[in-house]
T-cell receptor, first 115, second 116 residues
Framework: AQKVTQAQTEISVVEKEDVTLDCVYE???????LFWYKQPPSGELVFLIR??????QNEISGRYSWNFQKSTSSFNFTITASQVVDSAVYFCALKAGGATNKLIFGTGTLLAVQP | DTGVSQDPRHKITKRGQNVTFRCDPISEHNRLYWYRQTLGQGPEFLTY????????KSRLLSDRFSAERPKGSFSTLEIQRTEQGDSAMYLCASSIRDRGPNYGYTFGSGTRLTVV
């Protein structure tokens, strides 16, 4: 079965703090893709990153970084020096290999960055 | 590239009525997806089109739901005999065959359905 777990329902930080959002996934496939999306209050899902199962190299993009560890089936997302504009719901998602094209989303983590 | 457009943004309907939503994907994208999102949950997959062919359907898509993508461009999602449990945000997304490791699905702003 395919599953994504985001155990943190809500996180509140003060601006400039670093914050890590956890994502644990389950799949029996050897080929799969992991995603992070941001959903601000406006509602539109904004694509942040995609990582395939064969690429465990960590990624850094500005204040964002991602730590992919197959050994623990985790794909965690860190925001450095958080800003108020980072306040949103963040979703981790899994796309299994094979013929399916569906994304399986976690329940999301609501991040509130206080000024 | 104007992004994925969905219409209407909001729809309030009475229980038992039929509703239809429209999605216009990014023009070069040949893949189109429908998802449903209820409050406090992540989006759930409903169906997937490649060009005009509907290739994948979720068990969530009951007989009251139907989706089409004539000519492989825009898509419509119809819900017949709406029920209060259908109240949700309906999201459309589009993509093109793998363009590299940083290419993802582009989502629209959604249609929020309220069944009263």
């Amino acid at each position: 079965a395919q599953k994504v777990t985001q155990a943190q329902t809500e996180i509140s930080v003060v601006e400039k703090e670093d914050v890590t959002l956890d994502c644990v996934y389950e799949t029996r496939d050897t080929t799969y893709y992991l995603f992070w999306y941001k959903q601000p209050p406006s509602g539109e899902l904004v694509f942040l990153i995609r990582r395939n199962s064969f690429d465990e190299q960590n990624e850094i993009s500005g204040r964002y970084s991602w730590n992919f560890q197959k050994s623990t089936s985790s794909f965690n997302f860190t925001i450095t020096a958080s800003q108020v504009v980072d306040s949103a719901v963040y979703f981790c998602a899994l796309k299994a290999g094979g013929a399916t094209n569906k994304l399986i989303f976690g329940t999301g983590t609501l991040l509130a960055v206080q000024p | 590239d104007t992004g994925v457009s969905q219409d209407p943004r909001h729809k309030i309907t009475k229980r038992g009525q039929n509703v239809t939503f429209r999605c216009d994907p990014i023009s070069e994208h040949n893949r189109l997806y429908w998802y449903r999102q209820t409050l406090g949950q992540g989006p759930e997959f409903l169906t997937y089109f490649q060009n005009e062919a509907q290739l994948e359907k979720s068990r969530l898509l009951s007989d009251r739901f139907s989706a089409e993508r004539p000519k492989g461009s825009f898509s419509t999602l119809e819900i017949q005999r709406t029920e209060q449990g259908d109240s949700a945000m309906y999201l459309c997304a589009s993509s093109i065959r793998d363009r590299g490791p940083n290419y993802g699905y582009t989502f629209g702003s959604g249609t929020r359905l309220t069944v009263v």
